[in-house]
């Protein structure tokens, strides 16, 4: 899931990239940040049973029947969503989370879920 952050676009480029799909995010990253994106989500591909067991019990109710089978499937597919638009690792570790979170939990909960989350992934530097 791709966001457009308005106030960066005027209404032309903003018709522009709905048509080609293509866009810039709010500021350009260094290589080294992108690469270290790119350990972490590496990193959540490999590891998502961890992050799955550093949920609160409240929020695993919300993945019904199949539980960390599912969060692992959604998981993976926001990893391939946010890798190559995030400028920081805080902020992929966030957005990762809150589009598997359900929007029931609330942004307070995902942003202490994802600095715990954050605790535990290795340092990519």
């Known amino acids: ?31 080294a940040v992108k690469k ?28 019904a029947a199949q539980g960390s089978t599912e969060f692992i499937n959604k998981l993976g597919k926001a990893v391939d969503a946010y890798t190559d638009i995030s400028d920081s690792i805080d902020e992929f570790v966030y957005n990762v989370l809150r589009d598997v979170l359900p929007s029931q939990v609330s942004d307070g909960w995902v942003d202490k879920i994802a600095r715990t989350i954050r605790l535990i992934v290795p340092s990519p530097i």
Do not use: H
């Open 1 to 31: 899931m791709k966001v457009i952050l308005k106030d960066n676009y005027n209404d032309n480029s903003i018709e522009q990239i709905i048509k080609t799909g293509k866009y810039q995010t709010r500021s350009v990253g260094s290589s």
């Open 36 to 63: 270290s994106i790119k350990a972490v989500a590496r990193w959540f591909k490999r590891n998502g049973m961890k992050v799955w067991n550093k949920l609160p019990s409240k929020v695993k109710k919300y993945f």
